[in-house]
Structures are given as C-alpha cells and as structure tokens.
C-alpha cells in the first residue's frame, strides 16, 4: 500500500477525532498547499466543533444520507442549518392528496426532524418539487445564504454521480457546487449582497452525499438511533415503518455480518485555500437578511421559532 493510501486510510479511521487540526469558526484556515495540489493528499480529518450547512432538495434527503453525521456533529456542539430547495410535494401515492397541502405535512415532518437532531435553524426556499433548474436565481439565492450563514462545511447531494438519480438532487448539488466554487468566495459575484452587508465567504469542506465512490466515512454508531427518530420523523415517506422495523434490521446485519460500526459515506471536496481576507463574523443578522433569500416570502425559519408558531421573517 502506498504511503497515500496509508495516509487516506487513515484520515478515514481517525475521522472526527479531536486534534490540533480543528476547524475553528472565525479564524483563519490552516496554511494550505498551493491551488492544484489540495487534492493530492488525503487531507486532514474534518474537525469541530464549526459551522454547518446541509442543502438537499426535499424533506427526508438529509435525514437518509446524513441524518447521522449531523446528529453526531450536534452532540459535538456543532452549529447546522438545514437548506431544503423544495418541500416535496409530488411525494405521494395518495390519490386524495394535493401538492399544497403535502407540502404543509412535510415541512412539519422536516421541523421535528431538525429538532430531533439539535439543528438550529430550517430554510425553506419553495420551490416545487420535481422543477428545480440549475439556474442563476437558485444559485444566487444559495450565494446568500452561504454568505449569511458561513459555514465550515457543506453537505449537498453529489451532483456528478453515473447511477440513477433524481433530477432536483442533480440539480441542486450543481448549483450548491458552482455556489461554492467560485462565487460565494469572490465578491463581484452577486454584488447586492455586499450592499446589504454580506461579505464573501469560503467554504473549506465539502460533502457530497449519494456519492458512487465515496471517500470519506463518518462513524454514525452512537447516533444511528437518532437517526432513525429523524427518519421516522417522515411519517408521510417511511409506508409505517416503526423503530421495531429498524432495529430488527440492524439485528439482522449483526447477526449475518458480526457487530461493525454503522457509517456514512461521502465524497469528499478539501478546499482549504489560502482564504484572502480573515472570515469574520456576519456583518448582519440572520433576521435582517432573512427577507431576501426566498422569492416567496417563505424566507428564514429558526426551528426554534417555528416550535413557538413564529417566523422571524
Ligand atoms: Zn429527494
């Protein structure tokens, strides 16, 4: 086995394991190799506790591919906001459903499962299920709230992937990706949100979700039960599935594969380029620049807010 590989294995083994290579929010990155070779050796593990944001395009996308990372990095003091580009209101063999109202049952079936998982705050952006396009409305949309929010790490569906997929996750891991790489980092892209007090960001992780070759492994082991309270969260999308039916399964694999760590997987992105000024923190409030992130007013939600019936946009 090469060096390389040693070294990739493990990153692997060692991740989220604390050491001096944290990422801490608000100060600057580590010194980085030249632009070109940051993907020439494995990079270090990712380390919090920092900021996160998971975009996915319906409710139920997170909770299957990430729902364990997410509630992990919680636990671990980790800040992370929830971006759903839809609601997802196609999702339904329901003869007697409409889209509006299915949109309505899972937002809510999202808010519990944020709050079974310790999120902070759920972004709804509206748009209809099955009709994302990778456009510019999107991605500058995605800009803002990249911006407004700043986070360390993404996680969004693996755009690039060969097998079967659906079209708003290619969709939307496209446009999260072009968000990320350049535009959220250079200025001149998007300029009102520099009007309005947003400065330029870059994101130094990446975790793409659904990959065909994933490259990064999360240990999910301590949190799979949360995961599973946040997957049946989806009431309208699990067909009666209970805990029961997640623990027989999980009996099952033991018995038949012995007792193994339960993982997700992703592929991962290590920018870690030199930032070119220090990232600070937000110049405005969430709240304040909330109004202007969602073309239909559906705006910001703290989850927190939401449990009390209010919205702060
Ligand atoms: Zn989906």
Redesign the pocket.
Known sequence: MSKQKKEKKKAKGDALLGDSSSIKPGTPSPPAPPVGSAQQEAPPPIEGPARAMVI???P??AEFLCAGTVARWCAEGWDVTYVLVTS?DKGTHDPEMHPEKLAAVREQEQRDACRALGVKELVLLGYPDGFTVDEHELRGQIVRLLRLHRPDVVITWDAFRASFN?R??RNVGTVTADAIYPLVRDRLFYPAHEEDGLESHQVNEVLLAGADNPDYTVDITAHWETKVAAILCHTSQVGGRTKADFLKDRAEREKRDGPKPIEERFRRWSIRRPPRKPADAPTVTPAAAAAEVSPNGRALEGVAGIAKGQKQA
């Open positions: 996915m395009a319906h139920d996308d997802g659906h708003d996750h």
